[in-house]
């Protein structure tokens, strides 16, 4: 069974700095691109970033381009997602996302439960 | 603004046919790139519901399909029920932006 579990959330203030982690388990991690998609309060989903499965590759939104920065540990099925500078409009509920694919078509085909971040003084 | 345009919300009786749009562009839908669906209950993570276009992954019920023409998609329910009532989201490609882009979803309302 394919299981993310997300954690590393909480309450940070305007610039300042969170690192989340997404333990994966139950599938090939090393096999398999790996994203954050996040969803802010009351609102729709919005891609964050994407790490190709060997993590030679990088993409993000332009929202956090130069501040957010993903990688991953293949020797330890986990990703992670640097958040630094954080603002106010990155307060959202964080989930990371299993690619089903290894090309820009990819679905999410499994989402973890989500970990929420909160920017505010 | 999101890149696909969804209506914000839809509705229909138990029983009944629903249709949810996804339209999009020539750098997203209408370029090739396949469009998938998610549903999404309050505080629960999306669940991935049409992957490429119109397939269904495993254990969700044939009352779900999808369709895509053009620079637009379609998410169809049929036969409604009241445990359909969710948010649901298509997303796709963008090679403008060079990433990944969600609808701005749907909140489906069974009467």
């Known amino acids: 069974e394919v299981q993310l579990l997300e954690s590393g959330g909480g309450l940070v203030q305007p610039g300042g700095s969170l690192r989340l982690s997404c333990a994966a388990s139950?599938?090939?991690?090393?096999?398999?691109?790996m994203s954050w998609v996040r969803q802010a309060p009351g609102k729709g989903l919005e891609w964050v970033s994407t790490?190709?499965?060997?993590?030679?590759?990088?993409y993000y939104a332009d929202s956090v381009k130069g501040r957010f920065t993903i990688s991953r540990d293949n020797s330890k099925n986990t990703l992670y997602l640097q958040m630094n500078s954080l603002r106010g409009e990155d307060t959202a509920v964080y989930f990371c996302?299993?690619?089903?694919?290894?090309?820009?078509?990819?679905?999410?085909?499994?989402w973890g439960q989500g970990t929420l971040v909160t920017v505010s003084s | 603004q999101s890149v696909l345009t969804q209506p914000p919300s839809v509705s229909g009786a138990p029983g009944q046919r629903v249709t949810i749009s996804c339209t999009g562009s020539?750098?997203?839908?209408?370029?090739?790139?396949?469009v998938h669906w998610y549903q999404q209950f309050p505080g629960t993570a999306p669940k991935l519901l049409i992957y490429g276009n119109n397939n269904r992954p495993s254990g969700v019920p044939d009352r779900f399909s999808g369709s895509k023409s053009g620079t637009s998609a379609s998410l169809a329910i049929t036969g409604l029920q009241a445990e359909d009532e969710a948010d649901y989201y298509c997303?796709?490609?963008?090679?403008?932006?060079?990433?990944?882009?969600f609808g701005g979803g749907t909140k489906l309302t069974v009467l």
């Open positions: 790490i190709s499965a060997s993590g030679g590759s990088t």
């Open positions: 997303q796709s490609y963008d090679s403008s932006l060079s990433g990944w882009v």
């Open positions: 139950g599938f090939t991690f090393s096999s398999n691109a």
């Open positions: 020539s750098s997203n839908i209408g370029a090739g790139y396949d």
């Open positions: 996302a299993k690619a089903d694919r290894t090309t820009v078509t990819t679905a999410f085909d499994y």
